[in-house]
């Protein structure tokens, strides 16, 4: 397995770093475009709910994000040093009551664009699982 480690101070900009971090894994790790946008939209935002919501925007508190590659997948986690939150009661963004509302659709998009979804230390954790194709390895050149 292969693993690649970043911190970052809870600052908004910060997610620029994150972008870039993505980016460099795409090409290291040749991760698929159709799959390399949901990892970015996925990512970015796990790591803006940990700067904003986990962090509370608290530039000397950390955001780690590790990568890990193995066989078939890709792995983010993303943790904060912050209280950690209630991940089992999220109101349901999709529910008419909850439509209007600014926020609050982090979480939804997250286990949408992501295949697993894992939170773990209060919530202070969360790991963002991305199945790979398999190789097609069929000699045809990609543009």
């Given amino acids: 397995m292969k ?18 971090f993505i980016d460099n894994s795409k090409e290291t790790f040749h991760i698929e475009d159709d799959i390399y946008g949901n990892i970015m939209v996925a990512v970015t935002e796990a790591v803006n709910n940990a700067i904003r919501h986990g962090n509370k925007f608290d530039k000397d508190k950390n955001v780690l994000l590790c990568l ?19 991940y089992n009661n999220l109101l349901d963004p999709t529910a008419p009551e909850n439509l209007e509302n600014p926020g ?8 949408h664009l992501a295949d697993e ?3 773990t230390k209060d919530g202070r ?3 963002l699982t991305f199945f790979l194709p398999p190789s097609s390895g069929n000699g045809h050149a990609t543009a």
């Fill in 3 to 20: 693993q690649v480690k970043i911190q970052i101070p809870s600052l908004v900009e910060n997610i620029r770093v994150v972008e870039s």
């Fill in 117 to 119: 979804v894992e939170f």
């Fill in 104 to 111: 609050g659709r982090g979480i939804f998009l997250i286990r």
């Fill in 68 to 86: 890990s590659v193995d066989e078939g997948q890709v792995k983010f986690e993303i943790e904060d040093q912050g209280p950690g939150f209630d």
């Fill in 125 to 127: 954790k969360v790991e």
